[in-house]
């Protein structure tokens, strides 16, 4: 799912997002009507290193900004 949005979204800039909550869609594909799926090992390690990666950089940013 994480692909198809993000294939979707760079494929077009103009892709309009509608944040409706009861209708979630991107490119007029309802995110409701996609299939559920588990993420795979690889999928969840890499969703884990990159919130490591966002908390280190909160944590630089806010040493630099204290000095």
């Known amino acids: ?3 198809l949005l993000v294939s ?5 800039l ?5 944040d409706d909550s009861e ?3 991107v490119s007029g594909i309802n995110i409701n009507d996609l299939d559920y799926e588990e993420l795979s090992p690889e999928e969840t390690a890499g969703l884990i ?3 490591e990666e966002e908390k280190l950089a909160r944590d ?3 040493a630099l900004y204290a000095k």
């Open 60 to 62: 630089v940013y806010n």
């Open 8 to 12: 979707n979204c760079s494929s077009s």
């Open 49 to 51: 290193f990159m919130r």
């Open 23 to 25: 209708n979630q869609s």
């Open 14 to 18: 103009n892709t309009e997002i509608n």
């Open 1 to 3: 799912m994480i692909s």
